[in-house]
C-alpha cells in the first residue's frame, strides 16, 4: 500500500546548520493497518508526514502509494488521494464557510462533480448520516459557520472533510494534542470508529505513548530521521511505557528525552 524506500531529507545542505530530517528511512504499510509514529522533538515525524504529502520532494528515495510513484508528484496530486489532519483546529476548514459548504467543497473536490460549496440532497443526506456518527450533534448544526465551532467540533469536521470520500492513506499529525483532555478522547473515539468503519490505511502521530501503544495495530518510534523500534502484534501489547524508555537506552546510550513526549500516563 505504502512503501517508502531509503528516504533522505536534508535541510540547510551545506550550511552550517545542515540537518539530516530522514536519513535513509524504509518503510513499508500494508492496506488497513493503522500505525501509531512515536518520538522525541524533531526525530522527523512530521517530516515524513510532509515527504508523504509532497511539501518538498526528496533529496533521495522513493514513495509508493497503492502502486503509484508519488516521488515526483506535486503536492495538490498526491492531496487527491491523501488526508491529513494538523495539530491546529484552525487549519484545515474555511472559517467563513458552514460545515455543510466546507463538506462540499471537500465531496466535490475528489469526485467527478465540479468543484461546489452548495450540496445537493444526497450529499446533504450523506453529511448528516456522517455528523451524526460522531455523537456531538454537528448534524443539527449544517449551516453554521466552521469559525463559531469548539476546537473538538472543528478537528470532528475536519477528519470527516478528509475522510468523506474514502483515501487512500489518512495521516494525523498530533490532531488531538490542542484539545482539553476530554476533547480529545472525544475526537480519538470518533478518530478510531472511523478508522475502523470505512478500513483506512493510517498513520497517527502522537506525544501520549500509552496512547500510541493502544491505539491501532502497529506503533513506529522514529529518532533521528530514522525508524528505531518497529512494533506490533504481542511485542507491542505486552510493551509498557518503562520498557520502551528501556529499550531506547539500550540502543541510544542516552535517556529517551522530550519535552511534549508523554513518558507516563
Ligand atoms: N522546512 C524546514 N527547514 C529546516 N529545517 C526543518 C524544516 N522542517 C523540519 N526541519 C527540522 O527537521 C527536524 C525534524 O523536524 P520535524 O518537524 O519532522 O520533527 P517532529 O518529529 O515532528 O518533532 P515534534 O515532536 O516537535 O513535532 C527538526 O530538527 C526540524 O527543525
Ligand atoms: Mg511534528
Not at 210 to 226: F, I, V
Request: charged fraction near 25%.
Amino acid at each position: 500500500m505504502l512503501e517508502i524506500t531509503n528516504a533522505v531529507k536534508v535541510f540547510a545542505k551545506g550550511t552550517p546548520i545542515e540537518h539530516t530530517a530522514l536519513n535513509h528511512l524504509n518503510l513499508t504499510l500494508t492496506d488497513g493497518e493503522f500505525v501509531t509514529v512515536i518520538g522525541s522533538n524533531g526525530a522527523g515525524k512530521s517530516t515524513l508526514f510532509n515527504a508523504i504529502c509532497g511539501t518538498f520532494l526528496l533529496d533521495k528515495g522513493r514513495i509508493l502509494l497503492d502502486g503509484t510513484d508519488l516521488t515526483h508528484m506535486p503536492e495538490h496530486k498526491r492531496a487527491l488521494m491523501i488526508g491529513r489532519v494538523f495539530q491546529d483546529p484552525m487549519k484545515g476548514t474555511a472559517p467563513h464557510m458552514t460545515i455543510e459548504e466546507n463538506l462540499s467543497l471537500a465531496h466535490s473536490r475528489s469526485t467527478a462533480r465540479p468543484l461546489s460549496f452548495a450540496p445537493s440532497k444526497k450529499q446533504t443526506a450523506l453529511f448528516r448520516d456522517r455528523l451524526a456518527a460522531f455523537h456531538m450533534g454537528l448534524e443539527d448544526r449544517m449551516k453554521t459557520q466552521v469559525g463559531l465551532l469548539s476546537g473538538g467540533e472543528r478537528q470532528a469536521v475536519t477528519l470527516l472533510m478528509c475522510t468523506i470520500v474514502t483515501p487512500k492513506l489518512l495521516l494525523l499529525d498530533e490532531h488531538t494534542a490542542a484539545l482539553d483532555p476530554a476533547t480529545a478522547e472525544q475526537v480519538m473515539e470518533i478518530t478510531r470508529k472511523t478508522v475502523e468503519t470505512y478500513r483506512l490505511t493510517t498513520m497517527m502521530i502522537t506525544h501520549n505513548i500509552s496512547q500510541a501503544l493502544t491505539t491501532g495495530t502497529r506503533t513506529l518510534m522514529m529518532d533521528e530521521g530514522e525508524v528505531l523500534f518497529d512494533m506490533d502484534g504481542a511485542g507491542r501489547a505486552r510493551m509498557t511505557v518503562d520498557d520502551l524508555m528501556r529499550m531506547y537506552s539500550g540502543t541510544r546510550h542516552k535517556a529517551l528525552d522530550s519535552d511534549r513526549m508523554l513518558l507516563k500516563k
